[in-house]
């Protein structure tokens, strides 16, 4: 839908779905609204959504529709569920445009929680209206190679790190993997943190998430499954 409006340009979406469960993190279990943006500054190989920026495998413009934040407000609106949730792609490449969305979801009493995967610097205003940034830095496992250099933006994790409103997520595959999770808690204070498996079938996630939960309780961090994979498996738009 393109209706045009004065809260500003649209938005490059590859999609809108919920009611839904969150499926991660602190808010998992919550009914959720979700807008997946388009485009990612990443190109991570185990990326479970890479239709918002893979060129080399998908024609962006079959998988990108624009639209404008008034369309995504009235949709949002016309639903009862309170928790809205951003997600991406690397939605803060997009956070100009996001700004009233946020803004206006916020005035009207909705939470509104944006997932990012760390690399881009919030602006001020944006961490006024969100209710959560929901930070997934990526590891040097996870990440292409090509990203070495930018997976890991100082300036934007001290940002999101001393806003308040962030919690830290790490996807791992891996016990040996948490060792580079506390060496950046320890650079930038990353916390509250919340430890994932890596996974988009149910029996891989559940059997990582007993691999890693003894460690994950020793080292004082939080545990989160992936509810939807562990109901739906690898659906798209769950
Ligand atoms: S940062 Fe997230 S959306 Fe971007 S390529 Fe990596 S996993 Fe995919």
């Given at each position: 839908m393109t209706t045009r409006t004065t809260l500003?340009?649209?938005?490059?979406v590859a999609e809108t779905f919920g009611p839904t469960f969150q499926g991660e993190g602190p808010s998992c279990g919550q009914q959720a609204l979700f807008l997946r943006l388009s485009r990612c500054n990443l190109s991570c190989p185990?990326?479970?959504?890479?239709?918002?920026?893979?060129?080399?495998r998908f024609d962006l413009?079959?998988?990108?529709?624009?639209?404008y934040p008034e369309s995504?407000?009235?949709?949002?609106?016309?639903?009862?569920?309170?928790?809205?949730?951003?997600?991406?792609?690397?939605?803060?490449?997009?956070?100009?445009?996001?700004?009233?969305?946020v803004t206006a979801l916020a005035d009207a009493g909705r939470r509104v929680e944006v997932e990012t995967?760390?690399?881009?610097?919030?602006?001020?205003?944006?961490?006024?209206?969100?209710?959560?940034?929901n930070v997934s830095p990526k590891l040097a496992g996870f990440a292409a190679d090509k990203d070495a250099e930018r997976r890991i933006n100082p300036a934007a994790l001290s940002t999101l790190a001393t806003s308040g409103k962030a919690v830290f997520k790490f996807v791992v595959d891996s016990v040996a993997e948490l060792e580079e999770v506390a060496d950046l808690e320890a650079r930038f204070g990353l916390r509250p943190i919340w430890v994932m498996p890596e996974g988009v079938r149910s029996d891989v996630v559940v059997a990582r998430m007993r691999q890693l939960a003894e460690e994950v309780l020793a080292c004082g961090w939080n545990l989160s499954s992936r509810?939807?994979?562990l109901l739906w498996e690898?659906?798209?738009g769950r």
């Open positions: 500003g340009r649209p938005l490059l185990p990326c479970d959504t890479p239709y918002t920026w893979d060129t080399s413009r079959e998988h990108t529709h624009r639209r995504i407000i009235s949709w949002v609106l016309a639903h009862p569920t309170n928790l809205f949730v951003i997600s991406g792609g690397e939605p803060l490449l997009q956070q100009d445009r996001l700004l009233p969305i995967n760390g690399t881009v610097v919030p602006s001020p205003q944006l961490v006024e209206r969100v209710a959560s940034f509810l939807h994979v690898d659906t798209r």
